[in-house]
């Protein structure tokens, strides 16, 4: 079957509660998105996962949940203040702003002219002279506006992990190569948000700054590089719809002297998911040179200090749900009828089992099907209980939202030969079996 639009993605996140436009009732704010009861735990399944992957399961790992709006003299030294910026034109004509680098014009040229069109009235001559525009959020800490209470919002978690590089060794004695991870919000003034979640303004990242001596920064490299495919894998992404990308010295950001971007065939086409970042002791000497704080570590057997290098991997939580939701969206045929599935990955699936009773007049069989739901909800979590609609009707909404398994309790589960026993339908497969209660939980706990 052909791979899913991009109108198929967010029409489906829409109508069936993942992701809503942000302020929807308001008309929307450009760049925001708001999450829907799926959309929050496929985004929370995620990140759990993400969590359970690098940190949990690893002995080499630790975790931060640092501030939102940090000192401002952070992203001072961090060299956003200076150089965070796209260059932006405007149009004189219609007062359309546009990243210069995205304009179709720049792209096929290569450089920006006065004659490039404004792709939003369509009038050659009109774009002003580019200028750099700063990403960063501003705000005011305290009551008064000026720019003593000047602060950020963070455009990157990354950098409440450098600043607690010494609190975390002081207090956690890590022997290097060791990491710290931190998940949370991100905020970006992008110029053009667009293409869904893909481009937003305010955004969840989940990162690590790997810390090794510095000799040892190409083989964590490498290492590195393994990881994210296994994670790609966990994602359900296949392997031939990612691609490295070896990012040349020009466009690497002001920080990396190398850098790897994951790239993905998302339905907008190859684009980044994650990037890989080898940011040597770019941030740990700057916050060094502009606190007066040794960022030395000192190893426990007495051998030299050293300021440790870093390898980054980076990831963004939207992308990844966008490549996920793409990986997953399949249409196949039953019974001569197209049917739309998300063959989501069992650990993302919001919800991973569906109870139906098969008539909901027939109190006794409610009754019994309650039984079951709350035997599953102690065990699950997430259950749905539907009991509404025709059963075929039912199992293309719960296939529709990547429900791995629906449980039918029907007359046979209450007499006759089938007693205590109920249908399980398979998501991927469309196939149904008949499983005895008491072997529910261990039949749907694993795919
Ligand atoms: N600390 C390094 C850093 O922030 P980045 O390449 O700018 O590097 C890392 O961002 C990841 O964050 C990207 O690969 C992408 O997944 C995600 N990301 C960046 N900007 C984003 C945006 N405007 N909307 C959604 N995700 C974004």
Not at 60 to 78: E, F, H, Q, R
Not at 153 to 172: C, H, M, W, Y
Not at 208 to 226: D, G, S
Not at 271 to 293: C, H, P, V, W
Request: glycine content about 6%; overall charge negative.
């Amino acid at each position: 079957m052909s791979e899913p639009k991009l109108e198929d993605i967010v029409s489906l996140a829409k109508r069936r509660g993942f992701i809503f436009p942000g302020s929807d009732v308001y008309g929307g704010l450009s760049g925001t998105w708001d999450y829907g009861p799926l959309g929050v735990q496929l985004k929370r399944n995620i990140m759990q996962l993400w969590w359970k992957m690098f940190v949990d399961d690893r002995d080499d790992m630790l975790g931060v949940d640092a501030a939102i709006i940090m000192n401002p003299k952070v992203w001072k030294a961090s060299g956003h203040v200076d150089t965070f910026t796209d260059p932006l034109t405007e149009c004189t004509n219609c007062g359309a702003r546009h990243r210069v680098d995205k304009l179709p014009d720049f792209i096929e040229r290569g450089t920006f002219d006065a004659q490039s069109v404004c792709p939003t009235c369509g009038k050659k001559g009109v774009l002003s002279e580019p200028r750099q525009f700063n990403m960063m959020f501003k705000t005011n800490v305290g009551p008064v506006d000026d720019e003593n209470s000047l602060a950020y919002l963070r455009p990157e978690t990354a950098q409440g992990i450098f600043t607690n590089f010494k609190n975390v060794v002081d207090t956690s004695y890590p022997d290097v190569p060791f990491g710290i991870a931190q998940q949370g919000k991100a905020f970006r003034n992008e110029i053009s948000p667009r293409d869904f979640v893909f481009r937003s303004r305010e955004f969840e990242q989940m990162e690590i700054e790997y810390f090794v001596h510095p000799e040892q920064w190409e083989t964590a490299f490498e290492e590195w590089v393994k990881r994210i495919h296994e994670w790609c894998k966990a994602l359900g992404l296949p392997d031939d719809m990612v691609h490295e990308l070896e990012v040349p010295e020009a466009d690497r950001a002001h920080y990396s002297k190398r850098t790897v971007d994951f790239e993905f065939d998302f339905p907008i086409g190859r684009e980044e998911l994650l990037g890989l970042a080898y940011r040597t002791d770019f941030d740990l000497m700057n916050i060094q040179n502009a606190s007066g704080k040794s960022m030395e570590y000192r190893p426990k057997d007495g051998s030299a200090p050293f300021v440790p290098h870093v390898i980054e991997p980076s990831f963004g939580v939207e992308r990844a749900i966008m490549a996920v939701l793409t990986a997953a969206y399949t249409e196949d045929e039953v019974n001569g009828e197209k049917r739309v599935f998300l063959k989501l990955p069992y650990d993302l699936a919001p919800i991973k089992v569906a109870v139906c009773p098969l008539a909901k007049n027939k109190p006794e069989l409610v009754a019994k099907a309650r039984e079951v739901y709350d035997m599953l909800r102690k065990e699950f979590g997430q259950v749905l209980w539907v009991d509404s609609g025709n059963i075929g009707k039912n199992y293309r909404k719960m296939d529709e939202i990547g429900v791995p398994y629906v449980v039918t309790v029907d007359f046979d589960t209450l007499e006759g030969e089938q007693k205590d026993t109920v249908t399980v339908r398979h998501r991927d497969t469309t196939e149904q079996e008949r499983v005895e209660i008491t072997n529910l939980v261990p039949t749907l706990n694993r795919p």
